[in-house]
């Protein structure tokens, strides 16, 4: 069994920065690719980046626009660790936040094709 656990969120003022980790354990983490997801309050879970496996030749990773150029996404294959690395915090990125992991070889923008998700880690950002 997959267990993914989030850490690092926080409340942190516009403009900000935030890291966010995602420990995971139960199978080949450095096989799969993962993703990042966030959902505010009354709105559906919503994609931010997804990162491939292993660095090929070309862009392993992919973002939502609206993050895009302020998050970056990143994996350490040794410590089987997920990382969000967070810029330029706006309000709009209040949110709970989770990684997940998918079967599929592709980076998914798509909920139903994650098949573990974590916990969730709060991240709110005042003005």
């Known amino acids: 069994q997959v267990q993914l656990v989030e850490s690092g969120g926080g409340l942190v003022q516009a403009g900000g920065s935030l890291r966010l980790s995602c420990a995971a354990s139960?199978?080949?983490?450095?096989?799969?690719?993962m993703g990042w997801f966030r959902q505010a309050p009354g709105k559906e879970r919503g994609f931010v980046a997804a990162?491939?496996?292993?660095?090929?030749?070309?862009?392993?990773?992919h973002y939502a626009e609206s993050v895009k150029g302020r998050f970056t996404i990143a994996r350490d294959n040794a410590k089987n660790t997920l990382y969000l690395q967070m810029n330029s915090l706006k309000p709009e990125d209040t949110a709970v936040y989770y990684c997940?992991?998918?079967?599929?070889?592709?980076?998914?923008?798509?909920?139903?094709?994650?098949?573990?998700w974590g916990q969730g880690t709060q991240v709110t950002v005042s003005s």
């Open positions: 997940a992991e998918t079967s599929r070889p592709r980076l998914s923008t798509a909920v139903y094709e994650y098949d573990y």
């Open positions: 139960g199978r080949t983490f450095e096989s799969h690719y």
């Open positions: 990162i491939a496996p292993i660095r090929w030749i070309g862009d392993n990773t």
